[in-house]
């Protein structure tokens, strides 16, 4: 079939597209249909392996549901007809675990969360990034970084799913929160969002909190992570943005439009460049509009600079 390392490097060849091209490459047969109660689920027959996914779905839960079926097929674990999508990330089967760990490498490679997460706190606003680019639900993409927690420089993290503000489940490897201590920082992450919250512990670490907003749903995704002083208390990638676009634009809204016009008839130019050649062609094209504005200064370049890291 395909061992778990090769999995691993298919991802990161083929991502954002792995899981169908994996299905290709193992001559999977992907059918599609309504269904009800049930997000899909792998049939195999000698050397035949049929996937069904409900067509019913959005197209993110469609993709993890393959993604999740390819793991049973690889991992040789006996797919569960009927499951849904919240069995599927709330199971305390060891084996279902295996599963999932493999569908979310499979849809979201470390490499890509290292680079779209390059450094601690981790922020809503950075896990709805990552979720965007992977194409993949924002649940998905919080798991797949509370799985990475030690690769990516966590002590420890926990995603907590909340439907009308209470306690449905929680997901962590190692971190367990009781229902108060949980419901406690949702309440005090919404109050500070789109900021994180920090709670510095008596010994010595940080918690800091964020929370994924789905109104439509009325379910909330709160991730909670657990990091050294040192790292906890400092600004986010996004935390830092929100500063520097008070420090520059303060109430200059025409400024900020003129910018934000700038960055987006940027961002297509830069798409196969690193980051610091992205940088010095905006400069290169921009800099006579922006003389002799607060932009023109380090701080300027800066913003500019943190905006460019989200697109590469």
């Not at 966590?154 to 108060?180: C, G, I, K, Y």
Request: proline share 4%; glycine share 4%; net charge neutral.
């Amino acid at each position: 079939m395909i061992s778990d390392e090769q999995v691993t490097e298919f991802a990161t060849k083929h991502f954002p597209q792995a899981p169908e091209e994996l299905a290709k490459h193992l001559g999977v047969s992907i059918r599609k249909s309504p269904m009800d109660g049930c997000d899909g689920w792998c049939l195999t027959r000698r050397k035949l392996a049929i996937i069904r996914i409900n067509s019913n779905l959005p197209s993110s839960r469609q993709r993890f549901t393959l993604a999740h079926e390819l793991g049973h097929l690889i991992l040789g674990v006996p797919t569960m007809v009927g499951e849904s999508y919240e069995d599927m990330l709330a199971s305390d089967s060891a084996e279902e675990r295996r599963v999932n760990e493999l569908a979310s490498a499979l849809l979201i490679p470390t490499e890509v969360v290292k680079a779209y997460l390059p450094r601690p706190p981790v922020v809503a606003a950075a896990l709805k990034r990552l979720a965007k680019k992977a194409n993949v639900s924002e649940l998905a993409a919080a798991i797949r970084v509370c799985n990475l927690a030690s690769e990516i420089g966590l002590v420890n993290a926990s995603v907590v799913l909340f439907d009308d503000d209470q306690m449905r489940w929680q997901w962590s490897r190692t971190l367990t929160l009781p229902n108060e201590t949980a419901a406690y920082l949702l309440t005090q992450a919404r109050r500070v969002a789109p900021d994180a919250f920090r709670y510095q512990r008596s010994q010595g670490d940080v918690i800091v909190a964020s929370t994924i907003e789905n109104p439509y749903f009325g379910s909330a995704t709160l991730f909670v992570q657990l990091l050294p002083s040192e790292v906890g208390m400092n600004l986010s990638h996004d935390e830092r943005r929100k500063q520097l676009e008070k420090i520059l634009f303060a109430n200059d809204v025409k400024l900020q439009q003129t910018v934000s016009g700038l960055m987006g008839a940027h961002k297509p130019r830069v798409a196969n460049m690193t980051i610091d050649e992205a940088e010095a062609l905006f400069w290169e094209r921009n800099r006579a509009k922006l003389k002799n504005t607060t932009l023109d200064c380090e701080t300027g370049r800066e913003y500019v600079r943190l905006r460019i890291t989200e697109w590469l």
